[in-house]
């Protein structure tokens, strides 16, 4: 930690930081930027947060501080509110636009987790206490007259778009498994698109997660260090088995479920990129334009929802903290939808010609 007298004598911030990644004996990441009370703030984050969620408020931080060219106590709510226009400004290329919202700048959810990331690293010094912050310069929001009518709740500074995820039809689900080559692939797909498991969950999954008994999945870490337990469906569990019994290195010096097949890492855990160039090589060969592991976790809870399975229990097996998040799939599932609106319709017709006759 930076002590008070050694605060005071900080360098100015350099005219570029840059993240650096290493591995601590123990093989957890280690992130840094290049600056004694940022990287301060990310080894506190790292034991709050996983490596990707780390990483992103690493070059978050980056160029908020390339950007302002301050020490993070002279920091203001001017220079906040300007790092946000600079970011939604056009970009150098201004004829490229998103298809998505139409415009040149970062997306909004870009900047709004460039400003979550600010604020939390201010919220951090405020608790240290010794680095000349007292308050946070990052605004809450925006106080008008509809925050006023709504019980004092400040209006976003950011205005986020509610963008529907895309899914996968079943055929194209069908495809993508069929271009699959090896039994492992396939599982770790099926634990996606029939378990609805995150891909830090698949690749997180160890030897006695596997409750092949009871056909369910014990997920240890979940987002927000939430623990689950879901069921999942027998085809996944009769393909895990073809892999375990196959392929699965029997020399592993690890329960990692999921492991390298070949070269020099044979029998080590699958990495983030590994599994991302699967699924890359998979879509091509399938000639599918998309399907992530995302997409494909999305996929089966719109298709559970489609099946009739109550939201509650679609919220439990996705491991939502609330059920507002689950609530999305309402919108993806189109026969929930269409059956409420046929309804609706039906019984305002029925008074329509019960006022007729």
Request: with cysteine; net charge positive.
């Amino acid at each position: 930690m930076v002590g008070p007298s050694r605060w005071k004598e900080t360098t100015p911030m350099p005219l570029e930081l840059s993240v650096e990644k290493s591995r601590a004996p123990s093989g957890e990441l280690i992130v840094r930027v290049g600056h004694d009370v940022l990287d301060d703030y990310l080894t506190f984050l790292a034991g709050r947060a996983r490596p990707n969620s780390v990483l992103a408020a690493a070059f978050d931080l980056k160029v908020f501080f390339t950007w302002v060219q301050k020490e993070p106590a002279a920091v203001t709510s001017r220079d906040v509110v300007n790092f946000i226009a600079a970011q939604r400004a056009p970009r150098t290329q201004a004829k490229v636009v998103r298809i998505s919202d139409g415009g040149s700048g970062l997306s909004a959810r870009t900047v709004a987790r460039r400003v979550s990331s600010i604020s939390g690293l201010f919220a951090y010094l405020i608790v240290r206490g010794d680095a000349g912050v007292d308050a946070s310069p990052v605004p809450r929001g925006l106080i008008n007259r509809r925050a006023r009518r709504n019980g004092g709740r400040a209006t976003p500074l950011i205005r986020r778009p509610v963008l529907l995820p895309r899914i996968l039809e079943p055929a194209e689900v069908d495809r993508l498994i069929a271009a699959l080559r090896t039994r492992r692939d396939r599982a770790m797909v099926e634990a996606m698109v029939l378990g609805g498991l995150r891909r830090c969950e698949v690749l997180g999954l160890r030897m006695g997660d596997l409750r092949a008994g009871e056909r369910k999945v014990f997920v240890a870490d979940g987002k927000g260090g939430r623990q689950r337990i879901v069921p999942v469906s027998p085809r996944f569990f009769a393909t895990m088995a073809a892999y375990l019994d196959e392929e699965r290195p029997a020399g592993a010096a690890n329960d990692f479920v999921f492991v390298v097949l070949k070269g020099k890492r044979r029998g080590e855990p699958l990495s983030a990129y590994g599994l991302d160039e699967i699924l890359e090589l998979a879509r091509e060969r399938a000639g599918l334009e998309h399907g992530s592991c995302h997409e494909l976790r999305h996929t089966c809870f719109t298709r559970l929802r489609e099946a009739g399975m109550a939201l509650e229990a679609v919220q439990a097996q996705a491991g939502h903290a609330s059920v507002e998040t689950t609530r999305l799939y309402l919108h993806l599932a189109d026969d929930w939808l269409a059956g409420e609106y046929r309804r609706a319709s039906e019984a305002i017709d029925a008074q329509a010609l019960a006022v007729l006759s």
